[in-house]
């Protein structure tokens, strides 16, 4: 299905609102873009819908790795940690991730966990984010009125 939204660079039009309403539009402008790219998820953090398939993708691939531990001895988990900090280290050389930390939870790591074989590993990250917009401010002003007497006025 083919629907025209209206697109003007800095103006309000359609697409702009849509934008406002968390609904993303493609728009034909040098290429095709998105235009808008957030979802309507309560927290600010998550309605970035790039940060939101980056994230995921990287959860998926950590959740895959780590399910090779399963049933396997505790000592092991040492390369899945390994493992995750090498995947985060690729993804921020690619520029993916500004940052990341890995380590294992200590308050949730308890004894009783430990023994139980119920570990936890904690993994921030901060994605590289997508510019969704760039406000250009053109203000005009006078202070080179001087400069412009100067050049004028010169001797040839």
């Not at 800095?10 to 290429?31: M, Q, Y």
């Not at 985060?88 to 890995?102: N, P, Q, S, T």
């Not at 308890?110 to 250009?136: C, E, H, R, W």
Request: glycine share 6%; with cysteine.
């Amino acid at each position: 299905t083919e629907h025209f939204i209206e697109f003007i660079n800095g103006f309000d039009c359609d697409a702009e609102r849509l934008r406002n309403a968390h609904i993303s539009t493609c728009i034909l402008a040098e290429g095709y873009r998105s235009w808008g790219g957030e979802t309507s998820h309560e927290d600010t953090i998550w309605q970035d819908l790039a940060r939101v398939r980056t994230f995921d993708r990287i959860a998926l691939a950590g959740q895959k790795a780590a399910f090779k531990a399963i049933d396997k001895k505790a000592s092991e988990l040492y390369f899945i940690k390994i493992s995750i900090e090498e995947l985060l280290r690729d993804l921020k050389g690619a520029k993916v991730l500004i940052g990341y930390e890995v380590s294992w939870d200590e308050e949730r790591n308890t004894d009783a966990n430990v023994s139980a074989g119920k570990f936890y590993l904690n993994i921030k990250m901060m994605n590289n984010p997508i510019v969704k917009q760039i406000t250009l401010e053109f203000i005009y002003s006078d202070k080179w009125a001087s400069d412009l007497i100067k050049t004028i006025s010169a001797d040839s």
